[in-house]
Nanobody, 123 residues
Framework: QVQLVESGGGLVQAGGSLRLSCAASGRTFSLDAMGWFRQDPGKEREIVAVTTRSGRTYIADSVKGRFTISRDDVKNTVYLQMDSLKPEDTAVYYC?????????????????WGQGTQVTVSS
């Protein structure tokens, strides 16, 4: 089994920064792909960024140039550095992980999920 625990969400003004962390525990050797999705109420969960153990990375166009994803395989942690935040970035952010070493961009491809952390960007 795998457990994912997110931290780092909160309230920030537009133009500010936040850093999300997701710590994995359990069978972490199987987590080749780790990433972040976000979801607004009434909307589908959408990809933000994902990175694989082999170094393949995907960043959504909506956040490219503002968000950076990284991982520390010693600490079994994936990070999302969010800069130049906009009100439209407001959502619940979820950490996701799976065993395939492919940066897949759809939520149903991921087996493991964190509980989510709220990010609110005020204008």
């Amino acid at each position: 089994q795998v457990q994912l625990v997110e931290s780092g969400g909160g309230l920030v003004q537009a133009g500010g920064s936040l850093r999300l962390s997701c710590a994995a525990s359990g069978r972490t050797f199987s987590l080749d792909a780790m990433g972040w999705f976000r979801q607004d109420p009434g909307k589908e969960r959408e990809i933000v960024a994902v990175t694989t153990r082999s170094g393949r990375t995907y960043i959504a166009d909506s956040v490219k140039g503002r968000f950076t994803i990284s991982r520390d395989d010693v600490k079994n942690t994936v990070y999302l550095q969010m800069d130049s935040l906009k009100p439209e970035d407001t959502a619940v952010y979820y950490c996701a992980a799976d065993s395939a070493d492919v940066p897949r961009t759809v939520a149903y491809a991921y087996k493991y999920w964190g509980q989510g952390t709220q990010v609110t960007v005020s204008s």
